[in-house]
């Protein structure tokens, strides 16, 4: 492998991948293979040496108990059958001098010179004798007789070898094919397998280069590890476009919004510069203007309030609390203004409605409830609060006023940021209160419900998770 392929490894995680893939499928192969050969090639031994062990076993009968002339005529006789004689028969004395030779029928004629030295010391010993026009290669195995001689025998193993070496042919002509195989097999593999990352890389560039975030990584159908990351990185996404969304929403709702009470202030300022007045006029215009400037920033407060809680970065101070007493303190408040528009207030407490909420939060989103109940209701009216558990596991806080109610084609919208009702006009207002109130009871873990009939009055409920 030449150093900038390995560099290129290095740094390319599908290319280490490819050659990690080949270089183990070639390990196995050449593993698997050579495991084969030796099979085959002790198989092929332990055949031979069988063979081998028994005709050496019937010869050194007749050499034990007829001596050489036993032997001489045993394998004369064999040669006068029908059946070749194949194997060669050596009886040496302990300095290997030849006492006895037979050869195979193929190679009468030919002496022990041409076939080369033959030696006792060696258990086995493989010999190829030039004789011309015969190509073999044999096995010579060496037993020690009881009279301390020796025989030999051999046989032919050319087929034998001739059929190994095939083999290793087999073996280097199928390695070549096998390491591309393997190859193209490790690219395909490593192709899939890291298609999710591709695409992964793709979207992430697609949205660091346009600063678009609507881009989606493909979810494929398989169910594993980078699926997973997929869907993960898919909702991150989602979240942050969300949070983006929320963000231009709540921009474009502050330009929208602040440009009126800007313009207004700079009006005020103006008429008062414009003409000599007395300081009576000048106390007038600055206290306009400290008014609007307070309803400005009231509005900018509800707006990040309400961004906050809808993007879930709104901390809450959380404190396991009575809900019933919770709901009271904020009725004091607002008694007073109910009063004033002799509106009266109806209280019904359950006792150990336990939440863990944020007090300030809840207080807050309860006071823009009971503020709108008597609001929108005229004098003379009436407002039914209610606080009591819902099994299995809330605590409802219903607020019922019998005002002016909310036309049905409307109710969807009343949760929507600065959505005033047509005949809200008239009251104070900026349009945000429910808004803030739908945030902070969700970020509680809880939802809020209404039921309105116009001139019949609206209830709204706040279900919030009920602490055990
Ligand atoms: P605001 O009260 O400042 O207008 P809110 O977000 O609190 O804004 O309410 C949105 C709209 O929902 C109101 O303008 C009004 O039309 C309607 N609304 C809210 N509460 C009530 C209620 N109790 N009775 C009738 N209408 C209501």
Redesign the pocket.
């Known amino acids: 492998m030449s150093s900038s392929l390995l560099d290129r490894a290095k740094r390319n995680f599908s290319l280490r991948l490819t050659l990690w893939y080949a270089v183990v499928s070639v390990i196995a192969y050449v593993v698997i293979f050579t495991l084969a050969y030796y099979n085959l090639l002790s198989s092929l031994k332990k055949e031979d040496e069988k063979a081998i062990s028994s005709i050496f076993n019937k010869y050194r009968q007749y050499y034990n108990e007829d001596g050489l002339s036993g032997l001489q005529s045993q394998i004369a006789l064999e040669r006068n059958s029908e059946k070749p004689v194949l194997f060669l028969v050596r009886v040496a004395d302990q300095d290997n001098h030849s006492l006895f030779l037979s050869l195979p029928d193929k190679w009468q004629g030919v002496d022990l010179v041409q076939i080369g030295p033959i030696n006792i010391n060696m258990k086995i010993q493989k010999i190829r004798p030039k004789i011309s026009n015969i190509e073999t290669l044999f096995e010579i195995h060496t037993f020690a007789l009881e009279d301390g001689n020796f025989m030999q025998i051999g046989n032919e193993i050319i087929q034998r070898e001739e059929l190994l070496t095939r083999f290793r042919h087999i073996f280097f002509a199928v390695m070549i094919p096998a390491i591309l195989i393997a190859l193209i097999g490790g690219y395909l593999v490593t192709f899939k397998a890291l298609l999710p990352i591709r695409h992964l890389t793709g979207t992430i560039k697609s949205i660091v280069k346009t600063g678009e975030v609507g881009a989606r990584v493909p979810e494929g159908k398989t169910d594993n590890q980078f699926s997973e990351l997929i869907v993960l990185f898919n909702d991150m996404i989602g979240r942050i476009e969300h949070l983006i969304e929320g963000m231009k929403e709540s921009l474009d709702n502050v330009a929208h919004e602040v440009r009126t009470p800007i313009t207004r202030l700079r009006v005020l300022a103006e008429n008062a510069l414009a003409s000599d007045q007395d300081i009576g006029s000048y106390r007038e215009a600055l206290s306009d203007c400290m008014e609007e400037s307070e309803r400005l920033i009231k509005m900018l407060n509800t707006l990040m309030d309400i961004s906050e809680a809808k993007a879930g970065t709104l901390k809450l101070d959380r404190e396991e609390g009575d809900i019933s007493s919770l709901v009271e303190e904020v009725v004091e408040v607002y008694g007073y203004i109910a009063e004033e528009k002799n509106i009266k207030i109806n209280t019904e407490y359950s006792e150990g409605v336990m939440a863990l909420v944020d007090p300030n939060r809840i207080r807050q989103a309860l006071g823009?409830?009971i503020?709108?109940?008597?609001?929108?209701?005229p004098p003379g009216g009436m407002v039914n609060i209610r606080v009591y558990k819902k099994e299995p596991k809330e605590a409802v806080i219903e607020?019922r006023?019998n005002?002016?109610?909310?036309d049905e084609k409307?109710l969807p919208?009343?949760?929507?940021?600065?959505?005033?009702?047509?005949?809200?006009?008239s009251?104070?207002?900026?349009?945000?209160?429910?808004?803030?109130?739908k945030s902070i009871v969700e970020l509680h873990g809880g939802h809020i419900e209404?039921k309105?009939r116009p001139n019949f009055?609206?209830t709204?409920f706040v279900y919030l998770p009920i602490k055990e």
């Open positions: 823009n409830l503020d709108n109940s008597v609001k929108y209701t607020i006023d005002g002016i109610g909310i409307d919208k009343i949760w929507e940021r600065l959505y005033r009702g047509d005949q809200s006009r009251q104070k207002g900026l349009g945000l209160g429910l808004s803030l109130v209404v309105s009055g609206s709204f």
